[in-house]
């Protein structure tokens, strides 16, 4: 069965940071497309970033365009996701996405809290 588990949420100032990971177990396939949604109250899930495994091509919500960077362990079928210069408005559940041929998974999200 498969299965993502993310950890690093939690509660920091405006402009702290926070790391988010996510591992992956139960996938017998390669991962092409790695990533990072998040959702506010009220609000729909929108991108935070994506990275391609073959070739590691990144892309980002315009919204967190110079102060996120995500990366991802292969090896270890996990992802990263670095958060600095953090804003209220960043305070949302994000939620890994791991992607392959055939199907996307996702895991059951972190809860991100960004306090000014």
């Known amino acids: 069965q498969v299965k993502l588990v993310e950890s690093g949420g939690g509660l920091v100032q405006a402009g702290g940071s926070l790391r988010l990971s996510c591992a992956a177990s139960?996938?017998?396939?390669?991962?092409?497309?790695y990533g990072w949604y998040r959702q506010a109250p009220g609000k729909q899930r929108e991108l935070v970033a994506t990275?391609?495994?073959?070739?590691?091509?990144?892309n980002y919500g315009d919204s967190v365009k110079g102060r996120f960077t995500i990366s991802r362990d292969n090896a270890e079928k996990a992802v990263y996701l670095q958060m600095n210069s953090l804003k209220p408005e960043d305070t949302a559940v994000y939620y890994c996405?791991?992607?392959?041929?055939?199907?996307?998974?996702w895991g059951q999200g972190t809860q991100v809290t960004v306090s000014s």
């Open positions: 996405n791991q992607r392959t041929r055939f199907n996307g998974y």
């Open positions: 990275i391609v495994n073959d070739g590691g091509s990144t």
């Open positions: 139960g996938v017998s396939v390669s991962i092409t497309v």
